[in-house]
């Protein structure tokens, strides 16, 4: 049986449109002004079915060596077909205004290869940053960002599961947020001194307000290690940022056991963040997401 698809593209999303909770950012992913601000989740793990989230990090963009790293894109719908929404949020930009691409399944399942070129048509160009999607009904979405050797014999990559919008975290200063264990939290990251492993650390925003991020680290303690750094960056609505490795220099480039933290510092914006985590022997790579209510300082 063949089942067909049905793509259609929306008019550029006005403002006054936006669902309640945040739209769109990659490197995603995916890879956007806001009317109310979604609660934040009680549970400490994204919810699995859900209708509005994030991809953190997509990318279709030139890698070392001839390579591109690409992104793939699966939605399971709940109980039957369904229809998702993609907006993809390019870092560093607004996305207020940002393209919506439909598109409707008559099966449960939706895959969409090299997600990103196949609505963008990027070809030999870069386009990094993050998706937004809304479903019409629950649904299931992951992508898996990877790259794939010049002479096409190898792939590396990483998988990354959508997390609802809800779940984000509020800034600094917002009545819901209690502490900072509901900030961004990121451990089970590795990095060497001797250029083996780097970590980048990237944050998403899903709201429609620019804001302050702050990106710090803590040792296995809870407190400041050698060579710490912190690091203010400001990130526009729906959009998203990934620093290269920036803690590279921390006591002497050798961490395991430390966590990372990231926090929204403008009232009105919110907070999604994580690590990537690569061998650079093999550009091999592995994605952790932010957690709240993972406490390590108060």
């Not at 890879?31 to 997509?58: C, E, F, R, Y």
């Not at 992104?71 to 719908?77: A, G, I, Q």
Request: a negative charge; proline letters at 5%; one cysteine or more.
């Amino acid at each position: 049986m063949t089942h067909r698809y049905f793509l259609t593209k929306r008019p550029n999303r006005a403002p006054e449109r936006m669902p309640p909770g945040c739209r769109a950012a990659l490197f995603g992913l995916t890879l956007m002004a806001l009317i109310a601000v979604a609660a934040p989740a009680s549970a400490q793990l994204n919810k699995t079915l859900h209708t509005d989230g994030w991809i953190l990090a997509a990318a279709h963009a030139p890698g070392l060596e001839g390579s591109i790293w690409r992104t793939d894109l699966w939605v399971r719908f709940e109980g039957g077909s369904g229809a998702v929404t993609l907006t993809f949020c390019e870092t560093g930009e607004d996305n207020t205004g940002a393209e919506e691409f439909v598109f409707e399944a008559a099966p449960n399942n939706i895959y969409i290869e090299d997600v990103v070129d196949h609505f963008l048509n990027v070809g030999g160009g870069s386009w990094v940053g993050a998706i937004h999607y809304e479903t019409n009904r629950n649904a299931q979405v992951y992508a898996r960002v990877y790259s794939i050797s010049a002479d096409g014999s190898r792939s590396f990559g990483q998988l990354i599961e959508g997390i609802p919008t809800a779940d984000m975290t509020l800034p600094i200063g917002d009545p819901g947020r209690t502490s900072t264990k509901e900030d961004q939290w990121m451990f089970a990251a590795k990095h060497t001194s001797d250029g083996r492993f780097r970590v980048n650390v990237g944050a998403v925003n899903p709201t429609g307000v620019e804001g302050e991020f702050y990106f710090q680290i803590f040792d296995e303690t809870g407190n400041n290690p050698p060579n710490d750094v912190f690091y203010t960056e400001t990130i526009p609505p729906y959009s998203m940022l990934q620093l290269g490795d920036p803690f590279a220099d921390v006591n002497g480039g050798d961490w395991s056991m430390y966590t990372i933290r990231v926090e929204a510092a403008t009232l009105g914006s919110g907070a999604f963040a994580y690590a990537s985590v690569v061998d650079n022997a093999t550009n091999d790579a592995f994605f952790v997401r932010g957690v709240k209510f993972f406490e390590v300082t108060d």
